[in-house]
């Protein structure tokens, strides 16, 4: 009998650090404190967007630090445009140019352009590399300092706050709005709604007359846009310019503030309210990945999880207050 009870016990405690393994944060930037340095011993100021870049690195907005980085997977750190020093509004040369708490960004491999959704500033910017192959911010919709809500011509568009951005399948980029509670697609100049009437609310139905609360970050799968509504603590999927609906979720959550899906359809959430990472999967079980529940700072602890990307077999997370880019390692 204390040999089978042994025996039972060794296969619990194999069990045991195969899930550990599995769910083991690593940290590739930051050192836990706000600042401002690149390199390999690099300092961020809440991170708060990633997408993915090239060479398996990621691209990311640190808000605080008005900058757009590049995050390898070796832990370097890349500053692209911006800077503490440089808030406000300017475009041109890298070196100079100015954002006002960028916190969305994209990278279009195949035209080599990062997009970058400047709440501050009420912009969609881009940053594209000149004849020289130096990098040179542009200003892509929106009136600089201006907020509102106007849809057309991208030189006379108005934006509230636009919190993301994703590359859109047949071209162009979604923006999700939050001060509008819209979103939004820019395509051949022109900004369109393609969902959200602008009232606050979780209203399914039709895509202009769907509502959102505060919905903070998107993902598509290709064909879907999928909403996390950090007001609603709802997940929403859009199918564009034709319905919104809700997932039904066997958990709630709490303030889901980042969003991603990987090739199996299964959703990741930065749940920042509970500072964990979760998995949904098809069937709308939520599961917990890694986090307590409660703000930590150690290297397997979070605190307030900004945002989630599914990028070469890993979750990387910016885990904002943080300050830092974590990866995790994910099942095949």
Do not use: C
């Not at 690593?26 to 404190?33: D, E, T, Y």
């Not at 500053?79 to 994209?106: I, M």
């Amino acid at each position: 009998m204390k040999k089978l009870i042994l025996l039972f016990s060794v296969i619990l405690l194999i069990f045991s650090l195969n899930i550990s393994a599995q769910v083991k944060m690593q940290v590739v930037a930051g050192k836990g404190k706000a600042g401002f340095k690149d390199g390999m011993e690099a300092e961020l100021n809440k991170p708060i967007r990633l997408a993915p870049y090239k060479d398996n690195s990621v691209i990311f907005a640190d808000i605080n630090n008005h900058a757009i980085r590049i995050a390898k997977f070796d832990g370097e750190v890349i500053t692209v445009a911006g800077g503490p020093d440089k808030k406000g509004f300017e475009d041109g040369d890298a070196l100079t140019a100015k954002f006002n708490s960028p916190h969305g960004v994209a990278y279009d491999e195949e035209n080599d352009i990062i997009y970058v959704a400047e709440a501050g500033g009420n912009l969609i910017r881009t940053i594209i590399k000149n004849s020289e192959g130096k990098f040179v911010v542009g200003t892509l919709a929106g009136i600089p300092n201006q907020k509102g809500f106007k849809d057309g011509k991208i030189d006379s568009a108005l934006f509230n706050s636009p919190h993301a951005v994703i590359l859109a399948k047949d071209g162009g980029v979604y923006v999700v709005d939050i001060g509008n509670a819209r979103v939004r697609l820019i395509k051949d100049g022109i900004v369109s709604t393609v969902a959200g009437s602008g009232k606050s609310g979780n209203n399914d139905g039709k895509h202009d007359s769907a509502t959102f609360v505060y919905a903070i970050d998107i993902v598509s799968d290709g064909e879907n846009i999928f909403v996390a509504d950090a007001g609603s603590n709802l997940i929403r999927k859009v199918v564009p310019n034709i319905s919104v609906s809700t997932l039904q979720l066997n958990d709630t959550l709490q303030t889901p503030h980042g969003i991603a899906v990987d090739e199996n359809n299964n959703i990741y959430i930065a749940d920042m309210g509970s500072h964990r990472i979760l998995k949904i999967n098809p069937k709308g079980e939520v599961r917990t990945l890694v986090g307590k529940g409660k703000a930590g700072p150690s290297e397997q602890e979070l605190n307030k999880p900004a945002a989630v990307l599914v990028h070469n077999g890993y979750l990387w997370i910016a885990d904002l207050e943080n300050h830092q880019i974590k990866t995790l390692k994910l099942d095949k």
